[in-house]
């Protein structure tokens, strides 16, 4: 297939009038294919200009800070401090509840303000610890480890400790997925940065504006899992930082760059797993279960910090982006500022801005307030005009086919979808119902505007109740 | 402004609340059909240029019967009316260029009612139908009508009147036609099949803008040829070569366009091949044994009834499922 023309897949080339004009262009493929996974995948518009050659730049400190105690996947943490507490940049202020749970340390020097309950990204009324941040900021910070020196056991103990949550977008504990049981033998671990979501391009950024920290990172959680070797999974619409990537791994045999073709949702881990090793994980279990452990370059670069500067988890890197926000920018902002915060700092919103999502626009939640608090995890801050998004109204199924055939996990939504709305969630259950990653690849591509997703995630809760109601 | 009001609303900025994902390709129903018709274009500009401007009428007389009848069915039903999605006018469309040329407009008429309310509405409107609308009101026709049905008119560039369609004179009078003619139009057929060349380029535009899967087409073309093969073994004299099937009849307008449409179609990839294949073996039974000269239509409709199987039986395997 070296160097043939192949039509740039219509998503693209129909995204603007005239509808017919069909654009050719030349595959950056030379002697091999590029890795991808294998069936399904779209390739949405990736509106990433909007912010690629803007470098990381840090948030002011807010006038009010609002830290979530449930900032991970699991339980949240329970609070350590309460009204009028003295707290520090750094200062632990929430204790990790349980196995899957992380710390919670105050973003800011300042004074709590009170513990009372706030709607967060997800919509959900939660804990919170408010913050009234000082004039004089000062660092509470752990003691500095010299990664080489010390054992397995302080490096772990230092990631539990920082409370560092997966940056993909699920905030799973990273410690928890740093320590698998000693059955599950770990041989690949894979650092995600493909960066498959539009908008985003906080990985990016972080790639080409802390790249020794990302490497220095990756060693040190390839030390906590025994491994001598590693691959950094990253989309060939970045050659900018595979270059740079290459260039500062020189000929460091224990980090590969991997470049893969670009297409959506190759960030998802069972996707990033398929792609690189060619295993998939199965139903139901984890990717520790076959043996891989997939890590963000966000997540890579949080365990440096904690290690080697002592800093816990109290910032997010997020990109402030689309076309409704008049200075889209690549932000460090400190955990529990609010959306309306950092929208202020890049400007404001332009008229016309009719949605604002926390996260990227496939899989990001939109917000009804602006009060919701940036989190640990928190990936990206949009502001989408109609322009962008094509509402229309939903028309009848015609069976085309389409999501069948961009399904990553190789479901039949539009059939689910169905099921769903008729009520018939056991046959939805028969169909792997819960396999779903809710990626939105099946609802971008449906040509009828079916919310394919909307009914597959109503029918995932009723399988789960009735799952729960058996047993 | 009382305070209980969310923010939202005392801004000028209404926030909408969606779930994800919140981008979209902007594709949609209509633009689809459309497509599809501007696709059909080629075929139908062969048709006038090759058996006259008057064929118009017919064309005509079947747009306006189907988006006629579709209206007055939605309006009986009380449901909107949906005559700018396209689909009526695609059916009627279809359904003329699978009728002979010089075709009774009465029949014609009759042919589109039946398209649209036997063939969609029946079963619940737009993408609920089993068979293929326009293939329905065909076979209504073919059924109702079978001398007209089989009455073909010389293409202009001929000199006789009335003629046979190349698998007839094959079938019936064992003279085959040339291939060449087959494949640029001059040959006498129905509307939409005379010029394999138009309906190719429609085809392939389709296929390009990612409308018709490639895989109905191809898994046609790959068993009328393999079919086809194997039946012309049997009689290298008296039966119509490979190629002949391909070029000849309805094949190439069934393939593109009517096996290919949505509703009626399998879902699913490998189902597609199957469905695909096993029109092109009715095909050639039906050409080759068959007391027809043509049996495209049959065969799409008979593989548009177990479509409903096929899928059931090829659901992809699940990501990550052990069988």
Redesign the interface.
Do not use: F, N, W
């Given at each position: 297939m070296a160097g043939s023309y192949w039509?740039v897949?219509?998503?693209n080339y129909?995204?603007s009038p005239p509808?017919?004009v069909?654009v050719f262009r030349r595959r950056k493929t030379t002697v091999t294919m590029k890795k991808t996974f294998g069936?399904g995948g779209?390739h949405?518009?990736e509106y990433k200009e909007l912010t690629e050659n803007l470098a990381l730049e840090p948030a002011p400190i807010p006038g009010r800070i609002t830290v979530p105690l449930a900032q991970n996947l699991g339980k949240p943490a329970k609070a350590l401090v309460q009204k009028g507490a003295e707290v520090r940049t750094g200062t632990p202020i929430g204790e990790a509840d349980g196995y899957i749970s992380a710390p919670v340390h105050s973003p800011v020097t300042g004074k709590v303000t009170g513990i009372g309950r706030e709607y967060t990204a997800s919509g959900a009324l939660q804990d919170v610890v408010v913050i009234q941040p000082s004039e004089h900021q000062q660092q509470d910070f752990m003691p500095p480890l010299d990664p080489e020196a010390c054992t397995v056991e302080q490096l772990t103990g230092r990631v539990l400790q920082a409370g560092i949550v997966g940056q993909g977008g699920a905030a799973f504990p990273t410690f928890v997925k740093l320590t698998p049981p000693k059955t599950k033998k770990i041989d690949s671990l894979l650092i995600n940065a493909c960066e498959c979501e539009?908008y985003l391009t906080r990985d990016y950024r972080l790639i080409l504006d802390r790249t020794q920290e990302l490497l220095s990172g990756t060693r040190i959680i390839m030390k906590i899992l025994g491994l001598h070797n590693s691959c950094i999974g990253i989309e060939d619409n970045k050659p900018e930082a595979i270059r740079k990537l290459r260039e500062a791994t020189g000929n460091d045999p224990g980090i590969e760059i991997v470049p893969l073709r670009t297409k959506y949702p190759q960030g998802g881990e069972?996707m990033l797993i398929?792609a690189i090793l060619g295993r998939?994980?199965?139903?139901g279990?984890l990717p520790m279960d076959i043996g891989s452990v997939v890590q963000n370059v966000g997540t890579a670069i949080a365990v440096h910090n904690a290690v080697v500067r002592g800093e816990p988890a109290i910032s997010a890197t997020l990109t402030v982006s689309g076309k409704g926000i008049r200075q889209p920018r690549n932000l460090i902002v400190p955990v529990g500022t609010s959306v309306q915060d950092v929208l202020d700092f890049c400007g404001g919103?332009v008229?016309?801005?009719?949605?604002?999502?926390i996260?990227g626009?496939?899989?990001?939640?939109?917000?009804?307030?602006?009060?919701a608090p940036v989190v640990k995890a928190t990936s990206g801050i949009?502001v989408?005009t109609e322009g962008?998004?094509?509402?229309?109204a939903e028309?009848?199924?015609?069976?085309?086919?389409r999501c069948?055939?961009v399904?990553?996990?190789?479901?039949?939504p539009?059939r689910l979808a169905r099921l769903c709305r008729l009520g018939r969630f056991e046959e939805a259950e028969k169909?792997?119902i819960t396999?779903c990653m809710?990626c939105?690849?099946c609802?971008?591509?449906?040509?009828?505007?079916i919310?394919l997703?909307?009914w597959i995630?109503l029918g995932k809760q009723a399988v789960l109740r009735l799952q729960r109601a058996r047993n | 402004m009382p305070k209980d009001i969310p923010e939202t609303l005392q801004t000028r900025n209404r926030l909408e609340l969606t779930t994800s994902p919140h981008l979209h390709n902007n594709w949609s129903t209509p633009r689809a059909m459309w497509m599809v018709g501007a696709a059909l274009v080629p075929s139908t500009a062969a048709a006038l240029i090759f058996f006259g401007w008057a064929q118009i009428g017919i064309l005509l007389t079947s747009i306006l019967c189907a988006a006629a009848t579709e209206a007055v069915i939605q309006k009986l039903r009380k449901l909107p009316v949906t005559l700018a999605d396209g689909s009526a006018v695609l059916t009627g469309w279809l359904l003329a260029l699978t009728l002979p040329p010089d075709f009774s407009l009465v029949s014609t008429g009759i042919g589109a009612v039946v398209a649209i309310g036997i063939g969609k509405h029946v079963f619940g409107g737009l993408g609920y139908n089993i068979f293929n609308p326009a293939l329905v009101g065909r076979a209504f026709l073919q059924a109702a009508f079978p001398v007209a049905m089989t009455t073909w008119k010389s293409p202009n560039l001929v000199d006789t009147v009335t003629t046979a369609t190349p698998l007839g004179s094959l079938k019936f009078d064992a003279v085959a036609s040339g291939l060449t003619p087959m494949f640029f139009g001059n040959i006498g057929g129905s509307l939409g099949e005379t010029s394999a060349l138009a309906l190719l380029a429609g085809g392939i535009f389709l296929i390009v803008i990612g409308i018709v899967n490639w895989r109905i087409p191809a898994a046609m073309a790959i068993g009328i040829l393999l079919f086809g093969s194997l039946a012309w073994r049997l009689n290298l004299q008296e039966y119509p070569s490979p190629f002949y099937h391909l070029l000849g009849g309805g094949f190439l307008l069934g393939a593109l366009f009517m096996a290919t449409d949505w509703v009626s179609s399998p879902i699913s990839g490998r189902g597609m091949w199957i469905y695909g294949l096993g029109i092109s073996l009715i095909v050639v039974l039906i050409r080759v044994f068959g007391g027809l000269p043509e049996g495209m239509m049959y065969a799409i409709l008979m593989m548009n009834a177990a479509v409903p199987m096929i899928d059931r039986f090829t659901r992809p395997r699940i990501f990550g499922a052990t069988v």
């Open positions: 039509p897949r219509y998503a129909l995204e509808l017919a069909i069936h779209v949405p518009p539009p069972k398929k998939e994980v199965p139903e279990k919103v008229e016309g801005a009719v949605r604002i999502l996260g626009p496939m899989m990001g939640a939109a917000q009804h307030s602006l009060k949009l989408l962008e998004i094509h509402t229309r028309t009848p199924c015609l069976r085309c086919g069948v055939s399904c990553p996990l190789h479901l039949t539009t169909l792997h396999t809710e939105g690849t609802a971008y591509d449906c040509p009828a505007h919310p997703v909307q995630r | -």
